[in-house]
Nanobody, 113 residues
Framework: EVQLVESGGGLVQPGGSLRLSCAAS????????MSWVRQAPGKGLEWVST????????NYNDSVKGRFTISRDNARNSLILEMTSLKFEDTAVYYC??????WGQGTQVIVSS
């Protein structure tokens, strides 16, 4: 059974940083593209970033490029999202995903002064 469990969210001031983690199990983690998406209050899902399984090639939404870094630890079946220079508009529930069919329960990020 595929399981994805996010953690690391919280309340942070504008300009601050957070590190989100996603613990994956139930599949061969290293073989799959993994993604982060987010959902802001009252809005739809927004793709944030993707990382390839083997090459580690990454892609970012323009809104987070240069501020967020996606990475993975295949030995620990872990997906990471390092978020810096956070803005009010980064407030959302962040989900890690395997393909388009599996998502975690999400972790909330609130950027507020």
């Amino acid at each position: 059974e595929v399981q994805l469990v996010e953690s690391g969210g919280g309340l942070v001031q504008p300009g601050g940083s957070l590190r989100l983690s996603c613990a994956a199990s139930g599949f061969t983690f290293s073989k799959y593209v993994m993604s982060w998406v987010r959902q802001a209050p009252g809005k739809g899902l927004e793709w944030v970033s993707t990382i390839n399984g083997d090459s580690g090639r990454t892609n970012y939404n323009d809104s987070v490029k240069g501020r967020f870094t996606i990475s993975r630890d295949n030995a620990r079946n872990s997906l990471i999202l390092e978020m810096t220079s956070l803005k009010f508009e980064d407030t959302a529930v962040y989900y890690c995903g395997l393909g388009v069919d599996y998502w975690g329960q999400g972790t909330q990020v609130i950027v507020s002064s």
